[in-house]
DNA sequence: TGGTCTTTTGACCAATTGGTTAAAAGACGC
DNA sequence: GCGTCTTTTAACCAATTGGTCAAAAGACCA
């Protein structure tokens, strides 16, 4: 085995799986190099050698689950739509952006710590492809300040605040916890309402 | 030696601050189990048994690094006075986490770090005197917003996003680097006039 | 200059790390 | 039931980890 490319049998692809599942709390949690093989080995419920047969070692592991979530992270974004009307587009984008920081908060923090250590691995990715994402959707922005659909504000510090403020709530989550109180169920529910109401009316009282 | 309490001799004091200062850069950087002692000693430029003679031991620097760190981490929230200027206060506020993010980007990310691990070394804090004082700042917030000083929005959210969206300039530094191309200088007065014009106006077109 | 206290380090240690190997145990078609 | 291929693991391994120790090297003052 150990081939990455295709793989064949049922059972291979559902162990890849239940690997790389258990590879991305590990990695989510403690990073890179705060990882072990031991312990992914341990929450996958199999030995470090049969884990090693199914992946290279432990960059590959690392190296699949950031593939996989480059792939998806930045779908919102490209979903802005150009024709769409101004407001609704950004108002949807932001509540995409706050559903995935909800079902994807490992993911989140997968993509956290690897920024936060300086991006080694992903440096390229930001610098191509994503730079070049975040520039089209800026021409976009621009255009709608242009024919006054919304405030003339600088558009790539405009997307960093929708990052922002989205992705706080996986990433900073113990955090939110510990203030809001152990288990606010209507956390994203406010989160939503809050964030429509500063990005489309700001602290202005009405 | 080996006890924290009291550093006496001018070289004791210089040595220890000397290790701290390299162990930000390490701990910032990869996080606490992702950090080696080694790399601390070498970064400091002193052998590790000399670093281990002046700490008692990786746990003991990191936890001084967090002590000092939550000691001012929330001085400029502390300064919010209930007795000044909604708006001016609110603003003032914001200027002062961007500062912070700008000037004490490694303590940024060593919070960052230890809050995306689930906060294991600060979890009492946060719950505690970090709760607390939000708390005490959101009654603030809402006798503003009765007042009719600021528009009706949730305060806790509110604390959140400014959290987020200045925190996310060093956190997430790379990241901005890469978007707005290497060395962009004006990136914080920009950024500080974007979030001016996003807490006050939102995107309303004016 | 000698004596004491502080500071520094080379050599070492047990535990953990990522990873290998060879052989055992299953799975599966016949 | 048999032969082959896949899957699993016990037993290792070299390198790195956090940490110790005893002795050397400085600092400082009489």
Known sequence: MKDATAPQTRIQREKRELILEAALDVFAAFGFRGSTLDQIAERAGISKPNLLYYFEGKEAIHAQLLARLLDTWLDPLRELNPKGDARAEIRAYIFRKLEMARDYPRESRLFAN????????????????????????????????AEGKIAKVDPYHLIFAIWATTQHYADFDVQVRAVLGRDDEARFHDAAQFLEQLFFAGLDPR
Request: hydrophobic share 50%; glycine share 10%.
């Open 114 to 145: 690897e920024i936060l250590q300086g991006a080694p691995r992903i440096g390229d990715e930001l610098a191509g492809p994503l730079r070049a994402l975040v520039d089209e959707k800026v021409t976009i922005l621009r255009a709608w300040m």
